[in-house]
């Protein structure tokens, strides 16, 4: 509302009320007055020519408000659903995160377990490689004994199979360790 208006028809209800508290009674009565008709029909008529403007000022005003009430309703709505989808999407985020760090510990965690079962295996298979190759080595040298021992008795049983003195030991004798 424009103030100037405002004002003049504030001042125009304060003439009319301040003529009415004024104004004489009519003998007899204390409920009605007299009033100069042309003062206070020519207020009325100032009045009603205020009104109608400050009337549409107050209705557009009031419809500016009403636009500004509606647009700030649909700005707070949108806001709060785009509030709300931005609130799942990051829970969908933090779970999805979850169930992949969750998966992430599984697949190291069988990954642990697969890689100490495959070393608990080869560790098995080295160990029996090792006995067998210790086993061969055992019956080899076992073999050689044997065989020097024949070879002994052989050349002491015939004196003309003597055993010349070679160069170089050609075999060493085996012991173990």
Excluded at 119 to 133: F, G, I, K, P, Q
């Amino acid at each position: 509302m424009d103030i100037e208006m405002e004002n003049e028809v504030s001042e125009l209800l304060e003439i009319l009320y301040n003529s009415v508290v004024d104004a004489w009674s009519v003998p007899l009565s204390k409920d009605k007055c007299m009033l100069q008709r042309e003062n206070t029909l020519s207020l009325i008529d100032e009045i009603r020519a205020q009104l109608p403007i400050e009337l549409s000022e107050a209705k557009r005003l009031l419809a500016s408000r009403d636009e500004f009430v509606a647009n700030a309703k649909r700005e707070t709505e949108a806001i709060r659903k785009t509030a709300e989808e931005q609130a799942r999407h990051m829970v969908e985020e933090q779970e999805i995160t979850r169930i992949a760090k969750n998966r992430a510990n599984e697949i190291v965690s069988n990954a642990e377990n697969r890689a100490k079962e495959l070393m608990s295996v080869a560790n098995e298979y080295v160990d029996d490689a090792l006995r067998r190759t210790e086993e061969a080595v055992a019956a080899a040298q076992n073999e050689l004994r044997n065989s020097r021992v024949r070879f002994r008795g052989l050349a002491t049983a015939s004196p003309d199979m003597a055993p010349r003195q070679p160069e170089a030991p050609v075999v060493e004798e085996l012991t173990e360790d």
